[in-house]
């Protein structure tokens, strides 16, 4: 009889693992999708942050890693793309706090990396744009392009950045217009 007790117990046990390895297998699979999606823009935004490839690619980790958890502890991500760019961003900005990285923005450096997303002209044109705006532009209007040029909405940029939609669109709108006075009149229809 402890044979047939026992049984169903390990059918139940086997069914809870199932279950455990179902839920881990889907989560996995969640991260692969999210991480096959955005990691070159993230790693091109970290670099405008970071200016340092290790210290970007080690933000880029270290956000997926606290995704995984907080998926894993059930809390609820309305947005994964905003909230992976903005602990991207905060994990950054504590690194740039701590000393532990310099305060240089390579912007140029982060175009090297591409995005599966875009094509050959849009990447050169973005590097060269890039170089010519690095100068131009203030930390904050670099990096809200850098975000639109990932293809984030002026809603996840300010998600990201901890600001209002209505601000975004006007360090947007600034950096546009820096950039159209610095291209001259025959080159602004590339912005």
Request: aromatic share 6%; net charge neutral.
């Amino acid at each position: 009889m402890s044979e047939v007790v026992g049984k169903p117990q390990t059918r139940m046990a086997a069914a809870q693992v199932m279950g455990v390895d179902t839920e881990e297998n889907r989560l996995e699979g969640e991260v692969v999708r999210l991480y096959k999606s955005v990691f070159g823009g993230l790693f091109r935004y970290a670099m405008t942050i970071a200016g340092d490839q290790d210290v970007a690619q080690d933000g880029v980790q270290e956000c997926f890693l606290r995704y995984v958890i907080a998926r894993r502890e059930g809390k609820p991500i309305l947005n994964d793309r905003a909230w992976l760019y903005r602990v991207l961003r905060n994990r950054l900005l504590d690194i740039r706090k701590s000393g532990a990285e310099g305060s240089s923005v390579r912007i140029e450096e982060a175009a090297e990396y591409p995005d599966s997303g875009h094509g050959p002209e849009d990447q050169f044109r973005s590097v060269e744009l890039s170089q010519n705006l690095r100068a131009l532009l203030t930390p904050r209007e670099l990096e809200c392009l850098q975000l639109r040029m990932d293809g984030l909405r002026y809603r996840e940029i300010a998600e990201v950045l901890r600001i209002r939609p209505g601000t975004v669109a006007a360090i947007l709108a600034r950096a546009l217009k820096k950039a159209q006075e610095l291209l001259g009149p025959g080159r602004r229809e590339e912005c």
